[in-house]
């Protein structure tokens, strides 16, 4: 069978609408987190990066293999659970670099602030990265 012509005129943007679309008029996304054999599940807890600094191409490159791990399993017919990507928004990263900000050497420095100031400190900081 040969080729077909391909349409030089073709505008991609409305066909990528149209796919869009059609993807959301049939729960396409919702459908594929659901399919797979439930009595093979495939669990992957994810430990994402801490929003603690802006991300580089290494979180890229390890958000890329997990992405494929996950698409590969779901691809051989399992049941994916456990597979969200996110950004770990709490923990010592996270207070290290709001104590650098404020010029802090320690606990005695943030009880001095004040507890609920320095958490909100650290709720503003974590927003600037994500």
């Known amino acids: ?28 996304v919702k459908q594929a987190l659901a399919a797979g054999d439930r009595a093979r599940p495939f669990i992957f807890f994810e430990g994402p990066p801490t929003a603690n600094g802006r991300p580089g191409v290494h979180h890229v490159e390890a958000r890329v293999t997990k992405d494929l791990i996950v698409r590969y399993q779901r691809m051989r017919g399992r049941y994916v659970i456990g597979a969200r990507g996110g950004w770990d928004t709490h923990g010592r990263p996270v207070e290290v670099e709001v104590e650098k900000e404020l010029g802090f050497s320690g606990k005695p420095d943030i009880e001095k602030y004040g507890i609920r100031e320095f958490n909100a400190k650290c709720k503003e900081s974590v927003n600037r990265y994500v």
């Open 1 to 28: 069978m040969p080729f077909q012509d391909v349409d030089a005129k073709l505008a991609f943007p409305k066909l990528e609408q149209t796919v869009a679309q059609w993807w959301s008029e049939q729960n396409i």
